[in-house]
């Protein structure tokens, strides 16, 4: 059984681009939720999906923003990318409201 | 009122001894505290939950101890191993509402010497 699932693992981009990250869930997971986590921090909520709808919004700006398609995996837009942006950017999947479990992450870097 | 307050920040505990890592909250609202373990370039792996009817709950060599009105919880590691050497978050959540956003502690690198 796969985990979580992410990519790319690794992401490169400059200032004012934009980026898209994508997830695919735990077989048998429905919600989506997405963390930054800075380098020496712990992983930060950016939102969460679940039937295709965002259910839940954490302290990030509009920049970012999501898609959740109908087989449950899910993207992670952010545009207009600035150096505070650089992170591990993380997606956990579960079953509605129970334990969430952690894909590797993609790390995003900002030149 | 969502943080997650955890201590200390890193810990070295000799191969065979007891690991602690304390975390506190202050959201009355929160009913779910797991704990994660984070290896180096590898997202965060679930490693054990409580919920707040329960005052400790363990599973093998890590035990969680749960205190409501203190508005404590703690990771106990036994016998801690070199593997165990990576770093430790808590997190809180509350599952009552409609969504089950995790808020997390800042995380604690413990380091096991032979």
């Known amino acids: 059984d796969a985990g979580v699932t992410q990519s790319p693992t690794h992401l490169i981009k400059t200032r004012g681009q934009q980026v898209t990250l994508r997830c695919s869930p735990k077989?048998?997971?429905?919600?989506v939720s997405w963390y930054q986590q800075a380098l020496g921090q712990g992983p930060q909520f950016i939102f969460q999906?679940?039937?295709?709808?965002?259910?839940q919004r954490g302290n990030f700006p509009d920049r970012f923003s999501g898609h959740q398609f109908p087989n449950y995996s899910s993207e992670l837009n952010v545009n207009a990318l600035w150096l505070g942006d650089s992170a591990l950017y993380l997606c956990?999947?579960?079953?509605?409201?129970?334990?969430?479990?952690f894909g590797p992450g993609t790390r995003l870097t900002v030149l | 009122q969502q943080q997650v307050k955890q201590s200390p920040q890193s810990l070295i505990v000799q191969k065979g001894g007891i690991s602690i890592i304390n975390c506190a909250y202050e959201?009355?609202?929160?009913?779910?505290f797991p704990w994660y373990q984070q290896f180096p370039g590898k997202g965060p792996a679930l490693l054990i939950a409580?919920?707040?009817?329960?005052s400790e709950k363990k599973e093998g060599r890590f035990t969680i101890s749960f205190n409501k009105s203190a508005k404590q919880f703690s990771l106990h590691i036994m016998d801690s191993q070199p593997g165990d050497s990576a770093t430790y978050f808590c997190?809180?959540?509350?599952?009552?509402?409609?969504?089950?956003?995790?808020?997390f502690g800042t995380g604690t690198r413990l380091q096991v010497t032979l």
């Open positions: 956990a999947s579960s079953r509605d409201l129970d334990e969430q479990f």
């Open positions: 077989s048998g997971h429905d919600t």
């Open positions: 999906y679940y039937e295709e709808e965002e259910r």
């Open positions: 959201n009355t609202a929160f009913d779910y």
């Open positions: 409580i919920r707040p009817d329960v």
């Open positions: 997190a809180a959540s509350a599952l009552t509402g409609t969504a089950s956003k995790l808020t």
